[in-house]
């Protein structure tokens, strides 16, 4: 039997959730909001204090990244279980417990507005962010004391117990569930089956078995107005590839979800295997087809919660009953499709999208970044490096890290132990980065510098154990111009360290990271340039 979808309001009473949830807020101390599994507030959120209300939210920056973190607990992969990440706007704490109906996960419980004191940041981080979202330092930072300070303890005692109210809200959906169940109205084994037969698998919308039966079926209607769609998803190989099928499986699910909801429940929606997605629009104009096109063209773009964007390339033709079959039609919006996705292809910069990824999750930094690219390139142009190579070698540099995206969100990055688990991952990321910079014509070329980019002279480092000069020099470049960069250029993880200090620690680490001769250069090239 086709599985069913499931929506809060049809299984509980809202007004009700909402004075639980008020109740539950004031109780805790806490901030509580329910979304729907594509971030959509269900209720009005509740709160204890007003600070994000208030400071963070007023300001478009903030209001973002506030948004960013929301979608981020709701869309953890992690089970059925409570997730807890540190948020984006204000470093407070945010936790995510999903309320699930028959293994589905239908809607979240989000928890946040709490500082822990064993996890509090340093005032200068905390000014860092009001400068950040253009909110005065001083009201920020008063503000931000009305937030209830927990222990680490405290905070999970609260989302232990909000988890147990969860199960017990998805045990009653579905108690009312099966209530509702025995009382409809019972389908046929055989309009099951046949239902089955025409509905894809994995996205739940129809096959191209209906779909094509639909076009013989309506290519005898002469009278009708018809527009027929061809989409095909962008890419999916890619996402494959790269992040593995699951994520490829996440990106068909998510565009068909969003075709299913803004086509009319009379449109034929469906998915004909692979990336295609087609749509027969009976009784629809061009200008209908057209705006659904681009309603859900932009509903993509905007979705970023997957590591590559949510894309997907679009043709329509208006069916001339007079001259063409349907059939042909379909053809003509196939063609048209297969132009829009070339054209697509060119104006798109996946690499930088994956880069705004880490920013976002301040795994990277742009300061950082930045400053490495003109450096490393200014560096390798003195070294005698002729402009393709010193670009070659400013591309490295940009990208050496594009493996992190890999990495579990909310990854601690520094400040603690790591397990073998996390130092595995960690280090994986430069193979990861090596494997992502080969499937592109503007990385390719430099995978292997990026592969070396964290070898260390003495070849006590990874992914290879390189010494020496085994180690490419455009990646001994890049391994030294990263460190004194990281070192030199602030960030809202760190203060920087003057030059001298930085220059210092350059000669300390000469001949264990860096090649004791290009430190000299380096330095030299430094001092001169007065940098």
């Known amino acids: 039997m086709e599985k069913q979808t499931y929506k809060l309001e049809d299984i509980l009473d809202l007004k009700a959730l909402h004075k639980l949830m008020n109740a539950l807020a004031q109780s805790f101390e806490v901030g509580l909001g329910v979304r729907t599994v594509t971030g959509e507030r269900i209720i009005e959120d509740s709160y204890y204090c007003h600070f994000c209300s208030d400071v963070i939210w007023p300001t478009e920056e903030g209001n973002r990244q506030c948004e960013l973190s929301d979608m981020e607990i709701v869309a953890s992969p992690n089970g059925a279980g409570p997730c807890i990440y540190r948020c984006r706007a204000a470093g407070l704490m945010d936790a995510g417990i999903k309320i699930m109906i028959e293994g589905e996960h239908i809607a979240s419980i989000l928890v946040g507005q709490i500082r822990l004191e064993e996890e509090q940041l340093s005032e200068e981080e905390y000014r860092e962010m009001a400068r ?43 108690l009312n569930l099966r209530q509702k169940s025995r009382i409809g109205t019972l389908e046929s084994k055989e ?140 053809q003509r919006a196939d063609s048209q499709m297969y132009e829009n996705k070339k054209r697509m292809k060119q104006q798109e910069n996946l690499l930088d999208y994956i880069l705004e990824k880490l920013y976002d999750r301040c795994y990277l930094f742009r300061g950082n970044i930045e400053a490495e690219m003109e450096l490393a390139y200014n560096f390798a142009r003195h070294l005698g490096f002729d402009e393709t190579g010193a670009q070659n070698v400013m591309t490295a540099v940009k990208y050496q890290d594009i493996g992190m995206i890999k990495l579990p969100e909310n990854f601690v990055m520094k400040g603690k132990t790591r397990t073998p688990e996390e130092d595995r991952l960690i280090r994986a990321h430069v193979t990861n980065g090596y494997n992502i910079a080969l499937q592109f014509e503007n990385t390719y070329k430099v995978a292997e510098f990026i592969l070396c980019s964290h070898e260390n002279w003495d070849g006590n480092s990874y992914p290879r154990g390189l010494r020496g000069q085994a180690i490419p020099l ?11 960069c990281n070192w030199v250029v602030p960030n809202a993880k760190k203060i920087a360290v003057g030059k001298e200090r930085a220059y210092e620690r350059l000669k300390e680490h000469a001949g264990e990271m860096f090649d004791p001769d290009m430190v000299e250069w380096f330095i030299d090239y430094l001092e001169k340039q007065g940098a």
């Open 191 to 330: 309009s099951i089956l046949q239902s089955l037969a025409e509905k894809d698998a994995l996205t739940g919308l129809w096959n191209r078995r209906k779909f094509e039966s639909c076009l013989e079926e309506y290519g005898n209607r002469k009278d009708m107005q018809i527009n027929l769609i061809s989409g095909d998803a962008n890419n999916l190989k890619l996402m494959n590839d790269i992040f593995g099928h699951e994520a490829g499986d996440k990106m068909l699910h998510s565009i068909a979800h969003k075709m299913r909801n803004m086509a009319k429940d009379e449109w034929i929606v469906a998915r004909c295997g692979g990336d295609e997605f087609h749509v027969l629009l009976p009784d629809a104009t061009m200008k209908m087809a057209k705006n659904y096109c681009d309603r859900v063209t932009n509903s993509c773009k905007n979705d970023r919660r997957l590591d590559l964007p949510l894309s997907i390339a679009f043709g329509v033709a208006e069916w001339d009953s007079s001259s063409e079959t349907l059939q042909e039609c379909f």
């Open 474 to 484: 455009e990646s001994r470049i890049v391994r030294m111009v990263d460190n004194y």
């Open 132 to 174: 950040k979202f253009g909110v005065d330092e001083e009201l920020y930072l008063k503000r931000l004391q009305e937030v209830p300070l927990k222990t680490r303890d405290k905070f999970e005692h609260i989302v232990e117990a909000l988890t147990i109210i969860a199960d017990q809200l998805s045990t009653l959906g579905y």
